[in-house]
């Protein structure tokens, strides 16, 4: 699996799916890339995905709404309100693959990985700053258009890029 294959992986294990997810993920892209293609109709739904972070209904989501939407997750996520996340309390959520109610080797690897990653100070603990810095990351990845605004179509087609495209 190639490096870019294996970190997006990684990124969706953690964030879940950028497109269809439960109201517990968030999407998950990180470099962006600088391509302009026209947006496909989409069915706009803020039940899921990152639509659930449109606060306004207006089909789009602000890198305000993102913002502000992230740092929520990371609330809901600190279980016990200490204002860091350790790698039990980000994956809490997280389903596990098939009947399982433990995670499979090669996704608490894809987990741990991720989440050394993102604990940058290397403290063991993700603080609101690293978890901002991937939450930033990803909304840029998904702003193809660099208009300050993403949708599920246009975060599908981030998704999609081959590595050579990114």
């Known amino acids: 699996m190639s490096k870019i294959a294996l970190i997006a992986t990684a990124l969706l294990m953690m964030a879940g799916s950028a497109l269809a997810a439960p109201d517990n993920a968030q999407a998950s892209p990180s470099a962006p890339a600088k391509t302009a293609a026209p947006k496909a109709a989409t069915t706009r739904s803020s039940s899921g995905g990152v639509m659930r972070y449109d606060?306004?209904?207006?089909?789009?989501?602000?890198?305000?709404?993102?913002?502000?939407?992230?740092?929520?997750?990371?609330?809901?996520?600190?279980?016990?309100?200490?204002?860091?996340?350790?790698?039990?309390?980000?994956?809490?959520?997280?389903?596990?693959?098939?009947?399982?109610?433990?995670?499979?080797?090669?996704?608490?690897?894809?987990?741990?990985?991720?989440?050394?990653?993102?604990?940058?100070?290397?403290?063991?603990?993700v603080t609101l700053t690293e978890f901002m810095v991937q939450a930033d990351r990803n909304f840029a990845r998904c702003d193809t258009d660099r208009n300050g605004r993403i949708d599920t179509a246009e975060c599908r087609q981030a998704l999609q890029r081959k590595p050579a495209e990114r």
Do not use: C
Not at 62 to 88: I, P, Y
Not at 94 to 121: E, H, K, Y
């Open 55 to 125: 606060a306004n209904k207006d089909g789009t989501v602000t890198a305000e709404e993102w913002k502000t939407g992230q740092q929520a997750r990371f609330k809901s996520l600190d279980a016990n309100g200490d204002g860091k996340l350790s790698q039990d309390e980000m994956y809490a959520r997280t389903p596990a693959v098939g009947n399982s109610i433990l995670p499979s080797d090669s996704q608490a690897s894809r987990q741990s990985g991720n989440f050394q990653r993102l604990d940058t100070d290397k403290d063991g603990f």
